[in-house]
């Protein structure tokens, strides 16, 4: 692998010029230079090295692939596919791909951002959700390479890369058996789900026009493809656990959303948690330096690991009578802090 996991303390580079500081240029460059240094150059891997079913061509844009980021700093044996968004038209591959593969990275967890195949490109449904079943696959594969547990598998997905996320672990199949391809006989099931600001339905009251019209090409009218790629209708008791996040200014992708989502996990209780913020913008990603709106990667942290994606909790039983003043304290609650807190950062 030439891939290797980001610092602990990597940061993008955002610059706020304050004239009364008159920083000058070089400071800047000096700026842009630190980000730099901690570039990482993932490596490549073509999800079907002999073509992809379906492919158009043999141009990038036919070629759907994952770039690789190991976890290389205290790995913990978990793995996530990230899908970043784009309407289904382009992919948001810096802001909601490579910056989450390293914040995952921090958390120990190997990552594989994915680049499917687009409708803007002339493909669509079923192509893209084959594109993330495909990757999911070729991870568990070779899981053993990546000292990956096979059975901690997840995706990530934002916008409309939180539909295509969403399909995955909806519309997910056990695999093959009698497959030729060894790939295609393992489980295309995703373990954890994690969206951010997610296009769920695909119906005309609170879809993105955008994601839709590129997702279900020329037939654009076609209501009845529409409700059966809603994800909110394929909600069953086999989804995985997941995480949403959302904001309630978001135009573009409006919250409903992930509300309708959500309240399908709950309803076939399958283990969810939703954090919806009242301020900012559809396509925010990780949203480092906001100081509100950035904590919610650190509420999927804690999410994570109180799950046990990052590793097995020990658990233990605590027995006692806890006092104020000599006298025995009728109702409360007692917090355990880990040794290793989540960085809040």
Known sequence: MNGAGAPKDFRPASITCIPAMKKSAAALIFVFAISLAHAVTPETVVLWPKGAPGAKGDKPEDTPRIDVYPATEKPCGAAMVVCPGGGYGGLAADHEGRQVAQ??????????????????????????????????????????????????????????G?????????????????????????????????????????????????SRANLLGPDKADDELAAKLSSQNNV???????????????????????????????????????????????????????????????????????????????????????????KPVSWGSVTFYPRTPTPRR
């Open 236 to 326: 069953t008791d086999r989804t995985p656990p997941t995480f949403i996040f959302q904001t309630d200014e978001d135009t573009a992708v409006p919250a409903e959303n992930a509300v309708n989502y959500y309240l399908a996990l709950r309803k076939h209780h399958v283990p969810a948690e939703m954090h919806i913020y009242q301020r900012g913008p559809h396509g925010v990603g990780l949203m480092h330096g906001d100081p509100i709106l950035g904590t919610w990667r650190l509420h999927l942290a804690d999410w994570l690991r109180a799950g046990g994606f990052l590793g097995a909790t020990k658990r233990g039983a605590v027995e006692g009578t806890v006092t104020v003043n000599g």
């Open 103 to 160: 914040f995952y990275n921090s958390l120990g967890v190997t990552t594989f951002v994915l680049y499917y195949r687009l409708g803007s490109k002339g493909y669509h449904h079923p192509i893209e959700v084959n594109d993330a079943k495909r990757a999911l696959r070729w991870v568990r594969s070779n899981a053993q390479n990546f000292h990956i547990d096979p059975q901690r598998i997840g995706i990530t997905g934002f916008s409309a």
């Open 162 to 210: 939180g539909h295509l996320a969403s399909t995955a672990a909806t519309l997910f199949d056990d695999g093959d058996a009698n497959a030729a391809d060894p790939i295609d006989r393992v489980s295309s099931r995703p373990d954890v789900c994690v969206l951010g600001y997610p296009v769920i339905t695909m119906m005309n009251d609170f879809t993105h026009k955008g």
